[in-house]
């Protein structure tokens, strides 16, 4: 089954067989009271929606009815995942709770991703809310591990974990007091906070449609709620993010939308998949901190900002020179001063600094032997050099003293 429908989901859900679905993913208006529109990265194709609402009741109401018949085509192993935010979240818990059962709720899941934002006065939003609801308790769920993290103490994953008479974790004894090695270990079970990126503007998989979500996030869904062969609903698909993530991973689908242009998109991306891969959940996190801990700590004291992304950059001052930012690079222990400021200048220069300090380290190369003009480098010695370069001096001159007396 791969079903494209136009038309208010209500109407379309009442069509469909009882007990026909295996998991529900609704992306509905959030109760933002306010009209959505975009365009194409092309600028030929403009996409636009209305999320404006007399009252909250009648937006409940609106969901309710539609989560009713969601529950109804629901097999009773099926499980429902509601997309919210903070505009709509508490509505849509107590609605969905009203239709499932406070008892088939079974989680809030917290997207979570970085965006770059100018909110004033208030906390930068940088989450989203998916309720996750089952029908029955006979619900289909499938458990992802993740890898353990970088803290994780290796007692923690070897030995074998018991509780005792309080009910305290514990490590695990045998009959003789010895600790006990733990079962295979799968590695760490999926939590409730899942970080994963938005879609930036150049992503291969962006089409300029109002409230994209990522596959990738669509992905994770479907890998804890269902099996290859069972069917999805959209009610809401939109660009039809779900459609392409279901059939990307060998399910069935049906999608709905009530706009002419979301359908035409939708079909469009299902005859030509295009997904976006995450180097954040490919690699890592610790994959893009490369700033050297060395250098960072020779800036101590200074009120800087670590750059962890940047070849020639350390970190930057958190004050502006002439309104431009002011880089910072610590010289590296095999690395020449020319190298060091060669390094800086390029990086400064592309991010359009006046001026950058270079903090040395060693006397590799003669500052005299450079030839760099009008470099906007400026260097400083570090503290340890300092110290170095003053002691030598002076260990000198006590030898020249002590050799003029000796020749007297």
């Excluded at 038309?7 to 859900?13: P, Q, R, T």
């Excluded at 991010?351 to 260097?379: H, P, R, W, Y």
Aim: glycine share 4%; hydrophobic share 35%.
């Amino acid at each position: 089954m791969q079903e494209v429908y136009l038309g208010d989901c209500l109407e379309i859900m009442r069509g469909l067989k009882e007990n026909s679905i295996d998991m529900i993913y609704l992306d509905p208006p959030f109760f933002t009271n306010k009209r959505h529109s975009l365009s194409s990265r092309d600028r030929c194709s403009h996409y636009s929606f209305n999320d404006v609402w007399d009252s909250y009741k009648i937006y409940a109401e609106y969901m309710q009815s539609r989560l009713i018949e969601a529950k109804r085509i629901l097999k009773d192993t099926g499980t429902l995942f509601i997309h919210c935010d903070k505009s709509a979240n508490h509505i849509l818990r107590l609605v969905g709770e009203d239709v499932f059962g406070e008892e088939n709720f079974l989680s809030e899941i917290i997207w979570f991703y970085k965006r770059w934002s100018n909110s004033a006065n208030s906390l930068t939003p940088n989450h989203q809310n998916i309720l996750f609801f089952s029908k029955t308790k006979q619900y289909k769920f499938n458990k992802i591990y993740s890898d353990y993290s970088e803290t994780t103490n290796l007692d923690q994953i070897l030995q074998k974990r018991s509780r005792d008479i309080h009910g305290k974790a514990i490590y695990a004894k045998d009959l003789d007091g010895n600790l006990v090695s733990s079962d295979e270990k799968k590695g760490v079970p999926l939590n409730d906070v899942w970080e994963i990126p938005f879609l930036n503007p150049k992503a291969k998989e962006r089409i300029g449609y109002p409230t994209q979500k990522p596959i990738l996030l669509l992905d994770r869904i479907i890998e804890i709620s269902t099996n290859e062969g069972d069917t999805i609903l959209d009610p809401f698909c939109g660009s039809g993010t779900t459609l392409v993530a279901a059939k990307l991973k060998g399910r069935k689908f049906v999608g709905i939308d009530i706009s002419p242009e979301a359908i035409d998109l939708t079909k469009s991306r299902l005859e030509s998949l295009v997904k976006t891969e995450s180097a954040l959940l490919n690699k890592g996190r610790l994959s893009y901190i490369n700033a050297d801990e060395k250098s960072l700590a020779i800036l101590s004291g200074l009120d800087v900002l670590p750059v962890h992304r940047n070849a020639g950059i350390d970190a930057l001052l958190r004050r502006n020179y002439l309104l431009k930012p002011v880089p910072i690079r610590v010289q590296r222990e095999h690395e020449t001063l020319s190298e060091a400021i060669g390094k800086l200048s390029v990086a400064a220069l592309k991010k359009g600094a006046e001026i950058a300090f270079l903090v040395s380290t060693n006397t590799m190369q003669d500052l005299f032997d450079l030839k760099i003009e009008n470099s906007i480098v400026k260097i400083i010695k570090s503290p340890a050099l300092e110290i170095n370069l003053v002691i030598e001096q002076q260990e000198q001159s006590s030898n020249n003293l002590r050799n003029g007396l000796v020749n007297v």
